[in-house]
């Protein structure tokens, strides 16, 4: 089994830090294992609905780098994420795990499609995150399951959250990718492109 190194924290002494959002960074030489790299049938898919990893565009794994931020109450959440990635430059950035709640949200449901996008649900209340999952490269994409006050959920692809009391948020970024987007014609929608930063390079 492959020893993973206790991971480093660089904690911010900046008054501003302490007093905006409060940002610890991580960094640690455990690398991604990927499940396609085992050559096992089963890991690759092998038969019915095989799996083409070459298809899915898929790249090499990469050394990871770990944020975290708190939010407060009455940002909106997503443009926040979006401003922390590029004030950190950050290439491949995805959500690790999110805990907080909200008091408003924009949720677009699942049979929007890229002709009609209208199918949105607006959500007003106080509401906990139960999960927020994505990417974070320019076109972010997310996802989130809020629940309401009677313990009752709801999901969908976020379009705008407002955090209600708080929202802690840790991030990956693979430093050795490059997260960007591309219309598929196949959904109508700019899907997901990883590259290597050293293909980038050559």
Not at 71 to 88: I, K, M
Not at 154 to 177: K, M, N, P
Request: glycine share 10%; with cysteine.
């Amino acid at each position: 089994m492959q020893r993973v190194e206790p991971c480093r924290c660089r904690r911010s002494q900046h008054p501003a830090d302490r007093s905006r959002n409060l940002i610890h960074s991580f960094t640690g030489s455990n690398r991604w294992v990927s499940i396609a790299g085992r050559g096992d049938d089963a890991a690759l898919g092998r038969g019915h609905g095989r799996c083409d990893v070459t298809a899915s565009r898929a790249a090499a794994g990469s050394s990871l780098q770990v944020h975290a931020v708190r939010f407060r109450p009455g940002q909106e959440l997503l443009g926040c994420l979006q401003a922390f990635v590029e004030e950190r430059n950050l290439k491949a950035p995805f959500i690790i795990t999110c805990v907080g709640s909200v008091t408003r949200a924009a949720l677009r449901l699942a049979n929007a499609t890229s002709l009609n996008t209208n199918e949105v649900m607006h959500l007003s209340g106080r509401y906990e995150i139960v999960s927020l999952v994505g990417t974070l490269n320019r076109d972010a994409h997310l996802h989130v399951c809020l629940s309401d006050t009677e313990g009752k959920t709801v999901g969908g692809h976020a379009l705008r959250l407002e955090v209600f009391t708080t929202a802690e948020v840790v991030i990956g970024e693979a430093v050795d990718l490059h997260f960007t987007r591309e219309m598929d014609g196949g959904t109508g929608f700019p899907e997901l492109v990883v590259e290597g930063r050293s293909q980038l390079d050559q």
